[in-house]
């Protein structure tokens, strides 16, 4: 069966510091992948979204960057942390091919201080 | 303009009845899904049900319903027989046909069952 792990689950970071966020998928190949933040009390934003190796789609041009180095890891970065980066993150996967469903990992609440 | 809204921001129900959290979403496009997800206060997204567009029944998943409405735009959930452990926030969102990339969820409905 297919899991996913993100971590770390909290985290507190100084402004302007850097942040690596990572995700993995196990038990499937060549899944799309998902990058949301979700404000306090709001819905989900997407962030980044990626079909394959090296491929990244930003939705919203901000201070954060990802990257997929093997098929199942997803990583979320930023070289310099802001205030308004708080929040809480959530990594999700679907099958690559057809019409699936979103599987969401744990999240990471991140507080930048 | 907003792709899904969710007017209801917080809601209580009484333990053991039925509630409806409301749910309306805009798109152009012919075929489109919609997905309703909860979320505990430990933060992970279950995914409740799904709805397609061009399924001419409305979907049931043990004590879930979703009451589709294609012509009004809406896709209410309803959930029967309240359980304390349904406390949660509950999202709806919608993926187009054009784009399966992109799912759009809306805000949120805080639900509260009480004893």
């Known amino acids: 069966s297919q899991t996913i792990h993100q971590w770390p689950a909290t985290l507190v970071q100084p ?15 060549n899944p799309n992948l998902y990058w949301y933040r979700q404000a306090a009390g709001r819905g989900l934003q997407l962030l980044f979204y990626s079909v394959g190796i090296g491929q990244i789609s930003s939705e919203v041009p901000q201070n954060l960057s990802a990257s997929r180095p093997q098929d199942r890891q997803f990583i979320l970065s930023s070289k310099k ?25 744990s999240g990471t609440q991140l507080s930048v201080l | 303009a907003q792709k899904i809204t969710q007017t209801q921001p917080g809601m209580f129900v009484q333990e053991k009845e039925a509630v409806t959290l409301d749910c309306t979403y805009d798109t152009s496009d012919p075929s489109y899904g919609l997905f309703w997800y909860k979320q505990p206060s430990s933060g992970e ?35 029967s027989a309240s359980q304390l452990g349904d406390s949660a926030m509950y999202f709806c969102a919608m993926r187009e046909v054009y784009n399966f990339n992109k799912f759009y969820f809306g805000s949120g409905t805080k639900l509260n069952v009480k004893p």
């Open chain 1, 15 to 29: 402004v302007g510091s850097p942040l690596s966020l990572e995700c993995t998928v196990e038990g499937t190949s």
């Open chain 1, 81 to 105: 942390l802001l205030l308004s980066d708080s929040g809480f993150y959530l990594c999700a996967w679907r099958p690559g091919t057809g019409a699936g469903k979103l599987f969401f990992g």
């Open chain 2, 45 to 79: 997204m279950i995914f409740l049900i799904y709805q397609g567009s061009y399924d001419q029944q409305n979907a049931t998943e043990g004590r879930y319903s979703l009451n589709f409405q294609k012509a009004r735009k809406s896709a209410n959930l309803v959930i």
